[in-house]
């Protein structure tokens, strides 16, 4: 009996899908592909909100700088939030150069693990875990 290449395909398709069905594997990888998309959710608005707080000190920040250059004499809390927030884009602009790659997003994951498994600071300060 011969059997044409696309009837082996549906076979062999049919007896994997019966197999996860009647083994719950199906389930299982449904499960986990749930459990996945919401920790991604939550990771992304995260992510978002950190942006969003970063985005708030920058225009602080840029605020006071202005201050600054208009002759202005900044208290010690504004000069100290103007270094912070000059850090913080020397840190973030590479970074974000970086994510605009192809591929970019899996490589600063990536450095920025690395940068803290050697003790080295990457990320603005909106970006750091609160202990």
């Keep these: ?73 900044l208290t010690p809390e504004e000069s100290k939030e103007l270094t912070t927030q000059a850090k913080d884009l020397a840190k973030g602009i590479p970074l974000l150069g970086l994510v605009a790659l192809p591929g970019g997003g899996i490589a600063t994951i990536a450095l920025v693990k690395l940068a803290k498994k050697y003790n080295v600071d990457l990320l603005p300060t909106s970006f750091k875990e609160k202990d």
Aim: hydrophobic share 40%; net charge positive; glycine share 8%.
């Design 1 to 73: 009996m011969i059997i044409n290449e696309n009837k082996l395909k549906y076979i062999i398709r049919q007896e994997i899908k019966e197999h996860m069905i009647q083994e719950g594997k199906f389930q299982d990888v449904l499960g986990w592909i749930k459990d996945k998309g919401k920790s991604a959710i939550d990771a992304t608005k995260g992510f978002l909100l950190k942006l969003k707080q970063e985005l708030a000190e920058t225009k602080e920040g840029s605020k006071i700088l202005i201050k600054m250059v208009r002759g202005n004499k």
